[in-house]
């Protein structure tokens, strides 16, 4: 399971998470467009940079 850190919090995830996923775990508020949960990721509105 990879471990990252986001804004100084420690965040471990599943294997083939985005860093979209890591940063709501750990509470990191990052603002989408495009993006719907349960969908595949697009990243066509390019509002959330990651
Ligand atoms: S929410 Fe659209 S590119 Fe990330």
Do not use: N
Request: aromatic share 2%; charged share 20%.
């Amino acid at each position: 399971m990879p471990t990252l850190k986001i804004d100084g919090i420690q965040v471990s995830v599943p294997e083939g998470a985005t860093i979209l996923d890591a940063a709501r775990k750990c509470g990191v508020r990052i603002p989408t467009l495009c993006y719907l949960e349960g969908l595949s990721p697009m990243g066509a509105c390019r509002v959330c940079m990651v």
